[in-house]
């Protein structure tokens, strides 16, 4: 089947006082084989790519992004070398906070010998890494913990910018994050597998745990005395965010036919094989929300995401530094680029997702890889902006009819503005899409 990405967008804009900017991006299509080399065709109409629970196609993407410095980039990359490293630098003078750590060794090439622990102080595995194996423990250049969690210092930066590789400008909606860990790697496969064997059916069927997160549970535990982030959406005086809510399990049901959300390019299969290591897709919001949650940590918000993306303070055009992710996928994993380097007529099916952490000089400030291209990453909170915000998220009730919860960091097939930081978009909580995964953060 061909999937044809939709040839108009919407306007990329910053939210109140950025720069409005229109941008014309190309089609860019996904053509899936099949049979013996045969292509039957599927066109998509409008901006329409994502399945809801009622096997309708949802509305997407909503584009709210700075103005993006450049339409696409040089196509000058080159691929198959993990050397080298993209720019680590950046001058946070000038910009709201200092960003607290140095985040040494990890502005380009991702280091081994860095990498961190994979449970908060305890260096134990989380439970979608315990019982090691494919996708679990052998993640990465390093083949390390597909667990593994990297400090993320706290700060303030700016959600809004544009970076043109002079610095950042046309700066707006100021955000102080607190410390966190973000997990270094999209949630694989591999992992994910845990998670369904756990969750059985939500009612313990087969000998399985029968798992459904606890009511109030997946907090941000370290912020507000164990009230966690600040909940923006509230009508009035100062509320926090609610956790897990009982009346949302339903909502889980990651069956072997709601994880293969699109044929040809979902990540998920019945049983172990060979994809284990490639980030989970085809995955809606409550699903990714219960997952970090049975995993001992939480969703990020859009805030903190995107600080860790952007570099705190020093909000990088992207997030390993300035320079062009070129067409050789050491830097992201985007615009049908993988594995070839480009492909006449577009882009085929689960070969142009890339195992996580393959792009390895793509590593952002503190670690964390892909945290633009391969996979899309679902956000805990709702795409609205409001400032002042210090541990701020807003958290509309996810309503399941319409956007209502935000995605991160571009995808596999989409072309460079896509990978900036500042890059937003949302869909329906109940939303499943080929695009996009998830990864978690983690209490300091």
């Excluded at 980039?73 to 993209?86: A, D, E, H, L, T």
């Excluded at 009035?236 to 699109?262: M, R």
């Excluded at 142009?352 to 899309?376: E, K, R």
């Amino acid at each position: 089947m061909a999937l044809v990405l939709p040839e108009r967008y919407a306007s990329i804009r910053g939210p109140r006082s950025a720069v409005k900017l229109s941008i014309e991006l190309p089609v860019v299509m996904l053509a899936f084989t099949v049979g013996c080399g045969g292509r039957v065709g599927l066109d998509v109409p409008g901006d329409r790519w994502m399945s809801g629970d009622d096997a309708t196609v949802g509305v997407g993407p909503i584009i709210e992004a700075g103005p993006s410095s450049d339409g696409g980039g040089s196509r000058s990359g080159s691929g198959g070398s993990s050397s080298g490293g993209g720019s680590a630098d950046g001058s946070s003078s000038g910009h709201p906070g200092a960003t607290s750590g140095s985040g040494s060794g990890f502005g380009g090439d991702s280091d081994c010998d860095s990498a961190g622990e994979t449970n908060g102080d305890s260096g134990s595995q989380p439970p979608s890494c315990l019982a090691g194996g494919p996708g679990q423990t052998n993640c990465g250049t390093c083949s390390e913990s597909c667990c593994t969690s990297l400090e993320v210092p706290s700060g303030t930066y700016y959600r809004t910018y544009t970076n043109d590789e002079t610095g950042p400008t046309y700066e707006s909606d100021p955000a102080t994050v607190s410390g966190f860990r973000l997990d270094k790697y999209e949630v694989t496969v591999g992992r994910f597998r845990q998670f369904v064997d756990a969750w059985d059916g939500g009612t313990g069927l087969d000998g399985g745990n029968g798992y459904e997160p606890p009511d109030g549970s997946g907090k941000h535990t370290h912020l507000n005395g164990g009230l966690g982030l600040v909940n923006v959406a509230a009508d009035a005086g100062v509320a926090y965010e609610t956790g897990w809510v009982a009346s949302n399990d339903g909502n889980i049901a990651p069956t072997d036919v709601n994880l293969a959300c699109f044929t040809g390019a979902s990540t998920w299969t019945p049983s172990v094989g060979s994809d284990e290591n490639l980030p989970v897709n085809c995955v809606n919001w409550y699903e990714a929300y219960a997952f970090c949650i049975w995993d001992g940590g939480f969703l990020p918000s859009e805030a903190e995401w995107e600080y860790a993306a952007a570099g705190g303070s020093q909000q990088r055009e992207y997030p390993w530094g300035l320079e062009d992710p070129g067409t050789g996928s050491q830097y992201a994993i985007y615009g049908c680029y993988y594995p070839s380097g480009g492909e006449s007529g577009g882009c085929a099916d689960l070969a142009n997702i890339a195992p996580v952490g393959t792009a390895t000089l793509g590593a952002g400030l503190w670690g964390q890889l892909d945290l633009a291209g391969n996979a899309y990453e679902w956000n805990l909170d709702d795409t609205n902006y409001v400032d002042p915000c210090t541990d701020c998220a807003d958290l509309t009730a996810a309503v399941m009819t319409s956007i209502d919860r935000g995605y991160r960091g571009g995808g596999f097939a989409f072309p460079t503005s896509f990978l900036l930081p500042t890059y937003r978009s949302g869909d329906s909580a109940a939303g499943r899409s080929l695009f996009i995964g998830f990864r978690c953060g983690r209490t300091p």
